[in-house]
């Protein structure tokens, strides 16, 4: 038996044990152990091995051995292991064949390095810090930037397991705040698998798909530039055209260089990741949520609980990242079958990760905070278990379907905040209906080395998906309002989603569902309530607020001083709601509209709707302030109507349009409030 502690010296304990059957292969150069060149006697012992975990990164198999026929007992598969090891040490092309050890509890495979993650109280002094390490002959590899008095330091070579006895007599040094040996398990990526209906309604095999995140309404305010998305993942192809010009401060944590394109044939979950928030939606191509973000690319092909993931973070942070998207986590259950034991399974954070997750939360953006989000999991299991989706601070996201239900594979669990549109299966067990789309349409890998055969693919999904697609909800968010602190924009998520599936979401009184979180994210609403969220400066005018609603389109947030309309091609305008922010006592605004076919509708009080139908389009407009202080300040707006380039002005009441029975189309408006 041997222990981990994470959380200090009263955390808890993590016990591992040897296994009787599998063994772990190291290769040289990292070669597949299929490709290694190798003695018959070794080539035909491996064909006898089952691969359980893979670490390609580092040319890393965990196999287990199939027992000779006839013997079954723990003692002969553990004979068949050591024999296995002891042939394969002796090939030159093998680095290494040695024994595996896996959670006590869960089964999980957790390789362990020669390397240790050690933290010393912040009030100790750097030579007394160095004089521990020194005791223990341990090399500094890093002194790491996101905590302080931390250190990323190796043993001795061949120390093998004496590393945990070495971690418990070093945290029991009196100066030591946490200190755990690297210990490492593989890294599951939360994917499952017409269009980009998660956008906007649309119509999929001669069906409406109505259940995307109102993306329209905002980017009719922004569309995400001057924020950066740092995506964690795989490896991002940085040459996809839909990236073009928008990449800043690549990375790769794994192999600590500045390229974090793909390596290995099968690495395309991250360019579609990236394309789910970053994508610039060329002709024919993918649009992401924040299509004018800039993208920064981050590789992490390195196991779950390694340094580099630790290391990952902190770069983010240190270089400017606004938002963190992460999809991946530890093992997920077989979502369609309830028996399984790894639905139980509990992963818990090494506390490397923790803090650099604290380090980007709370002193990202300059203080403000880097906003983070990770998918929940697509194993229909409890996110409790997750120590990385369930972590305070970090945004959990689950996937809902085309038809605004929850996807069958989804996670779920108190932790889950939000959920965003993603792909589906049909499950007859479950009772589950198929989807009506094939899943997300987002970038692929270039030509054929992807997911499908082309640059795009349409078949994206899980909460792997969804998660980066509400990233670039958030880079959205703080490209409206860059004053927002990570904490804050978590909070204005909760007011800024629609519920869907009310009979089986089962909402509490806070309007909270284990399933949906807060419920769908709506991203016009999003962007609204971020720009409410702006104090105001001190002797400041007025401020207009309300939303315009589109036909096509539906509502779009007003801002003051911009134009609301700007569709290509146009639409029209059939009402609005309006109100004043901040504003004077005894200052209201009231205003009219002339809609087709009814006539002039005034608003009796601020924020009512006032307007027609969506067949009813608006013909003329008008505004006006009342109250002691009206005097002080003019009201001005614009329109423009169908077929006129330029726009109509007015002032104070004065009618913009007509007031007759027929007219031009309204398609666009923009009105602010300025100090006489």
Not at 166 to 194: S, T
Request: hydrophobic fraction near 35%; proline fraction near 4%.
């Amino acid at each position: 038996m041997y222990k981990v502690k994470y959380g200090g010296k009263k955390g808890k304990t993590i016990e591992l044990v040897e296994s009787p059957d599998m063994v772990v292969i190291r290769t040289k150069d990292n070669q597949q152990i299929e490709e290694v060149a190798m003695s018959r006697k070794s080539r035909e012992l491996i064909k006898e091995t089952t691969e359980v975990a893979a670490f390609p990164e580092a040319g890393v198999t965990v196999r287990r051995v199939a027992p000779t026929e006839g013997l079954e007992s723990v003692s002969a598969a553990t004979a068949q292991r050591d024999e296995t090891r002891a042939a394969l040490k002796e090939e030159e092309n093998i680095r290494f064949a040695g024994r595996v050890l896996q959670d006590a509890d869960s089964g999980e495979v957790m390789l362990y390095t020669e390397n240790f993650f050690v933290k010393f109280l912040d009030k100790t002094s750097e030579e007394d810090c160095l004089a521990v390490l020194t005791k223990y002959n341990l090399k500094i590899k890093n002194k790491l930037p996101f905590a302080p008095n931390s250190y990323f330091v190796e043993a001795s070579e061949g120390t093998g397991l004496k590393v945990f006895e070495m971690a418990e007599k070093i945290l029991e040094e009196k100066n030591v705040e946490y200190c755990h040996p690297e210990l490492v398990q593989e890294r599951r990526y939360k994917v499952i698998h017409k269009s980009q209906w998660h956008l906007a309604k649309t119509t999929i095999k001669d069906k409406t798909v109505d259940a995307h995140v109102n993306i329209e309404a905002a980017w009719a305010q922004t569309r995400g530039k001057g924020v950066t998305i740092a995506v964690i993942d795989d490896g991002i192809e940085i040459d996809h055209p839909e990236f073009k010009g928008r990449i800043v401060h690549a990375y790769d944590a794994t192999t600590n260089t500045t390229d974090p394109r793909p390596q290995a044939e099968g690495d395309n979950h991250g360019t579609a990741c990236a394309g789910m928030a970053c994508a610039a939606g060329l002709k024919d191509g993918a649009s992401g949520t924040a299509p004018e973000a800039f993208l920064m690319p981050i590789r992490l092909r390195s196991g779950l609980g390694s340094m580099a993931e630790a290391n990952a973070f902190a770069w983010a942070a240190d270089h400017g990242a606004d938002v963190i998207s992460c999809s991946w986590g530890p093992t997920d259950g077989e979502w369609w079958n309830p028996s399984d034991p790894v639905h139980n399974r509990s992963t818990p954070l090494p506390d490397s990760t923790r803090l650099a997750l604290d380090y980007a939360l709370n002193k990202g953006r300059n203080g403000k905070g880097c906003v983070i989000l990770f998918a929940a999991g697509n194993g229909n299991e409890d996110t409790v278990n997750d120590g990385y989706s369930s972590y305070p601070g970090v945004i959990a996201v689950t996937a809902c379907n085309d038809t605004g239900r929850r996807s069958v594979y989804s996670d779920f669990g108190d932790a889950v905040w939000v959920c965003f549109p993603s792909g589906d299966f049909g499950w007859k067990p479950f009772s589950h209906p198929a989807p009506i789309s094939t899943g997300l349409r987002t970038v692929d890998r270039l030509s054929k080395g992807g997911y499908q055969d082309g640059d795009y693919t349409d078949t994206f999904g899980g909460t792997s998906g969804a998660c980066p697609g509400m990233a670039g909800v958030v880079g959205l968010m703080l490209a409206a309002n860059a004053d927002l602190t990570s904490k804050q924009v978590k909070e204005l998520i909760k007011k800024s989603c629609t519920r869907i599936d009310e009979g089986a979401g089962e909402y509490d009184s806070n309007g909270h569902s284990i399933y949906y979180g807060f419920g769908r994210i709506d991203a016009g609403l999003a962007v609204k309530n971020a720009l409410d969220a702006k104090a105001p400066a001190a002797g400041s005018v007025p401020q207009i607020e309300g939303s315009v609603k589109f036909s096509p389109g539906g509502d779009v947030p007003l801002m003051a001083g911009q134009w609301a309309g700007d569709f290509k091609p146009a639409r029209k305008i059939v009402g609005m709601t309006l109100r004043l922010k901040s504003a004077q006592n005894g200052l209201k605004i009231r205003y009219k509209t002339n809609v087709a076919g009814v006539g002039i509708v005034q608003s009796k009080k601020e924020g009512e709707y006032v307007g027609g139908d969506s067949k009813k389009r608006l013909l003329g407009f008008a505004a006006e302030l009342e109250g002691a202080n009206a005097a002080k300040y003019e009201l001005e707006y614009a329109v423009r109507l169908k077929g006129q380039t330029k726009p109509v002005v007015g002032k104070n009441g004065a009618l913009c349009g007509t007031d007759q029975k027929s007219g031009k189309t309204i398609e666009a408006i923009s009105i602010t409030v300025r100090k006489k």
